[in-house]
């Protein structure tokens, strides 16, 4: 005879299934807000800060020369410095996206010095549309323009509970 699934049991998958959206790692998300984004280049980590305390910390993937700071568009940089996550992207080509307000002032001018646009498209965001599939492979390699990638299921998470103005402090 086989062993069929108690009917709780079933509705507790269910139940399950539908509310992991509102989950962050163990965290319940309704109603919670991160306050602040940290970027850690070298380790590769983004974390999510409420009142001086971690909500959530992934890995990233960064742009393909990940070392140093970005000067120039298409230098395949990440920036660092202080920015705010100044709107979100629904319908970004990677999934969902937050937009970094870089450049700031600073890089706008090291740009000038350099002779060079300083772009402006960066951002934290999904997997590229078509290839959610790959998920936690994708961070193997740093393979951005300058962007901080995460899972389709991570740029949900931190989508919900990183709202418009949120500092980021991006470091080497």
Known sequence: MRNLASPI????????????????HGFDVRGRRADRVLVEKQAHRLTLWRNGKTLASYRIALGRQPSGDKQCQGDHKTPEGLFTIDHHVPDSRFHRALHVS???????????????????????????????????????????DGCMAVTDGEIEEIYAVVPNGTPVEIRP
């Open 9 to 24: 049991a079933v509705a507790s998958i269910l139940v399950g299934t539908l509310t992991a959206p509102l989950a962050l």
């Open 102 to 144: 870089y450049p700031d002032a600073a890089h706008r001018v090291a740009a000038r010095r350099h002779g060079c646009d300083p772009g402006g498209e960066i951002m934290i965001h999904g997997i590229k549309d078509g290839l959610g599939w790959l998920g936690r492979l994708h961070r193997m390699i740093d393979w951005t």
